[in-house]
């Protein structure tokens, strides 16, 4: 029991004491306070007599969950939840972690965006408006909790498939760090989502009279790199050794400020890097599944912005991992964009996207019926392409006859639709598994159910950055690595593709179910420990202790207890 001395001792402390308290998030334990807790604190009739468990509180919070009539309700008494009792809300995400990523995270997350000035109920995170870019150490200094282990921070520009959100943004950061800890293990009170509020070009944002952001059009030029810098330099100053995630950045701006900070910073891009890991373990997987190595590919990528070149980027390296040359590994990338093929006699291409551009020569004979310039079904009509992947947002892309061709000279096409949402998707698994006669390895960016076919249920796996970025924040944070290099995207997607349940069988998903994302995150997190170690960046350990730290790492959602 709790004695009068011990409760006045506790009062005249800092600790929360009575509402103070319930209104503390990642503290309250609501119904869950032990009697001796409730004495000590002062919650005395505040609270219900009956005193819960987590587990009993955790079935009547799933109850009232399943009672609301829609999504966005869902996703809005989930953020509520988490607003009010952390612990909570992430026992449950925990608990149903397939079913309400979705809603704390892609698709739902962009509605949510949408109406996040009509929706926001209490603070969270940090908002960084352009007006007060002078002050910005002063507002990291205002940050909740002092020691931070991840920051997402977002511009709000391409917000998933919706694009220019402005100040809206901040719900992406959120969402993302839900799963950072959910699935990684970070400590709730050790994260920090960012938007950094440089306007808005969306009139329909900037004429909501709901509007919460800066009302402005966008801040561009050297004015908004200047803008960044000042970011950037003030977290150095704050939050030296936590590590910063970019997130949703316009292809102009995205590898421009990588490029500028990734030897600076713990940093590393979502979007480009991450896309690519994940995508880079699904094909690992599914290259393996069909018997063959993936420095044979032939890979056909439709789509070449920032996110398609990313991946390219990763799997090029990959093959060169493998023992192909330079010259060896482009030469089997076959990129395509609005203007079709990217080859050497093209004037507008990105330095980023001449990488890829195939010498003019090569393909000086070729069919161009796509206006004039060499399309997709004429490169698919010309070369024995192993590996389709689309990055295009143009629904519909992979057509059947382009499918059935490609199917025709492999036995085992490789074929990712990657586009968001499900409307842009480049085909349906379901077709994509009946055009090849139930032999294509399929992995989509929108979800697909199972597809069944000649007496097989054939999971298709979604290729979501969830799979690796809570797994690389874990990682930094167990081998206290100074930096993310490529090397290490690159180990994790090969761990990613080690626990791929399609290399036992082959119906099954190229890539592990969330219901195994807790653990899988341990494995890559491990992985990518032994790889920074490699590289001098994390200190020396053995693999035992890493293997602890990271176990040690990673936080289960319980409660504290208070009563001594």
Known sequence: MVTPQQVVQSSSTDFPQGTDLLNTPLLNKGTAFTEEERTRFGLEGLLPPHVETLDEQAVRAYEAFKKKDNDLERHIYLRALQDTNEVLFYRLLVDHIEEMTPLVYTPTVAEAIEQFSHIYRRPRGLFIPYPLRDAIPQLLRNRPNKDVDVVVVTDGERILGIGDQGAGGLGISIGKLSLYSGIGGIRPERTLPIVLDVGTNNKERLNDPEYLGWRHERITGQAYYDFIDQFVQAVKQELPGTCLQWEDFATPHARPILNRYRDELLTFNDDIQVTAAVALGAVIGAVKVAGRSLKEQQIVMLGAGGSGIGVADGLRAAMKGEGLSEEEARSRFWVIDIDGLLHSGRKNLTPEQAVYAQPENRVSGWPRSSGGNIGLADVIGKINATTLIGFSTVGGAFTEPIVREM??????????????????????????????????????????????????????????????????????????????????????????????????????????????????????????????????????????????????????????????
């Open 407 to 564: 199917a025709r000279k492999v036995e085992r096409p490789i074929i990712f639709p990657l586009s968001n949402p499900t409307s842009k998707s480049e085909a349906t698994a379901e077709d994509l598994i009946r055009w090849t006669d139930g032999r294509a390895l399929v992995a989509s960016g929108s979800p697909f159910a199972p597809v069944d076919y000649n007496g097989r249920k054939i999971t298709i796996a979604q290729c979501n950055n969830v799979h690796i970025f809570p797994a690389m924040g874990l990682a930094v944070v167990a081998s206290g690595a100074r930096r993310v290099t490529d090397a290490m995207m690159q180990t994790a997607a090969r761990a990613l593709a080690a626990n791929s349940p399609a290399l036992k069988d082959p119906s099954a998903s190229l890539l592990s179910p969330l219901r195994d994302s807790r653990r899988v995150a341990r494995d890559i997190a491990f992985a990518v420990g032994i790889e920074a170690q490699k590289q001098g960046l994390a200190p020396k350990t053995s693999e035992d202790e890493l293997r602890q730290r990271v176990l040690k790492a990673q936080w289960t959602p319980t409660y504290q207890d208070f009563s001594d």
